[in-house]
């Protein structure tokens, strides 16, 4: 297996600017997790998703922050419109809690390096 | 006060030292205990899991303390290899999610 794949792994915007974050969770895992690490606030939970359906968005920090996943294979995290001050690094991750073969693990993707303008 | 504290950091050891990293939790119905490592721009990964017994992988040993809601990892001769950022993570009741600590920094100098 590939592990969590995540695109873009950079991206430059400007202010304003729609931007688009994607994942790709490992196979057979049943969470997703999206989170944003900063420097001053550490690694903070966005919004998890169980079997496509979003669980708990209350870490998505305000309504220009959304997030989809159609189907279990794919996930995104849109800011619309961006700002400075969601330069961030953000990673999804994803973690089967089947309680005959979950390993209690959360497998991190590479991260996408966020930098607006 | 912060669901998950660790040492700030950092800390510079030369090769062959023994650390020990300290968390504290503040949810007494925490269920699970894991060490995570994060490298320089890279996204963490499981070093390993925290067991009430304790437990040992290697050069590295877990501890955890219910009554004082303290986990501890100790890593023994340490290498230029093990400098990273060490994540304490707790985890609630089957179907609660981790949350992390904000981190400490290990250098190892030569």
């Known amino acids: ?117 | 006060r912060k669901e998950v504290e660790q040492d700030p950091g950092p800390f510079n050891v030369p090769e062959g030292a023994t650390v020990a990293f300290n968390c504290t939790y503040s949810n007494s119905a925490s269920q699970s205990f894991f060490w995570y490592r994060q490298d320089c721009r890279k996204e963490p990964k499981l070093l390993m899991s925290v067991y009430s017994s304790g437990n040992e992988d290697g050069r590295f040993t877990a501890q955890l303390n219910r009554a004082s809601q303290y986990i501890s990892l100790l890593i023994r001769d340490s290498k230029l290899s093990d400098s990273a950022t060490y994540l304490c993570v707790v985890k609630g009741h089957y179907g609660q999610n981790f949350v992390f600590g904000p981190g400490t920094r290990l250098s190892v100098l030569p």
């Open chain 1, 1 to 117: 297996d590939a592990g969590v794949i995540q695109s873009p792994r950079h991206e430059v915007t400007e202010m304003g600017q729609e931007v688009t974050l994607r994942c790709k969770p490992i196979s057979g895992h049943d969470y997703l997790f999206w989170y944003r690490q900063t420097m001053m606030r550490g690694l903070e939970l966005l919004i998890y998703f169980n079997n496509n359906v979003p669980i708990d968005d209350s870490g998505m920090p305000e309504d220009r922050f959304s997030a989809k996943m159609p189907n279990a294979s794919f996930s995104t995290l849109k800011i619309q419109p961006s700002e400075p001050r969601d330069s961030a690094v953000y990673f999804c991750a994803s973690e089967t809690r089947h309680r005959e073969f979950g390993s209690d693990e959360q497998f991190f993707g590479p991260g996408t390096r966020l930098t607006v303008l």
